[in-house]
């Protein structure tokens, strides 16, 4: 038998462009810096980033071709598909959202001292508003800052320095809540830290 419109539907992953994507129904306030400065839309990735990869080993990272301020859009996030359920290669964009990312900014690792910014609720990556990106520079963002749970936990090596690694990976819900203050997150891993307090003082 042949399979029903909504049985198609069902099956079929959505592909979501900025401007289309769920998340994006939700009203959430740009950093008043990052307002003031220029915004790629939909850009060339090979204008911005390249990827390297580690001779005769699998680990590969991202490193920025451009340099630009503190606060500054690096890019938009597009031609996403949503997933069920999540894996080590989605990120999260939700409570209950989880993303495969479609290009190279998969590559884009974990840092806990991270040059980027992944807000997942306007859908574009930023540069960190504490400093400067340079060429050549890693890029990197918080994973706890876009996931709740980690599908794959794992022990960090980042380099930040002790005091700044966390040492090891798991997602926000598993993290110091005090020391996820001192990173940007986004919205809905912050409801999920307040509810979760509140559920420990009932």
Sequence with gaps: MAPTTSEQDKQTPKLHSFAQHPSMSKHVPRQEKAALLPAWVNPDLDRLMTVRTAGGSFRSWAESLVDLPAGAIFARITGVTS??????????AGRNLHLELNSNIHFVNHSCAPTLEWDMERMEMRVNRDRDLHKGDMLSFFYPSTEWILAQPFD????????KCFGRVEGAAKMDPKRLREYWLNGYI?????????????
């Design 83 to 92: 997933v069920w359920p999540p894996s080590y290669s989605t990120t999260q």
């Design 156 to 163: 960090c090596w980042c380099g930040a320095g002790q005091g």
């Design 190 to 202: 912050q409801d999920l830290l307040e509810e979760e307090a509140l559920s420990k003082h009932e």
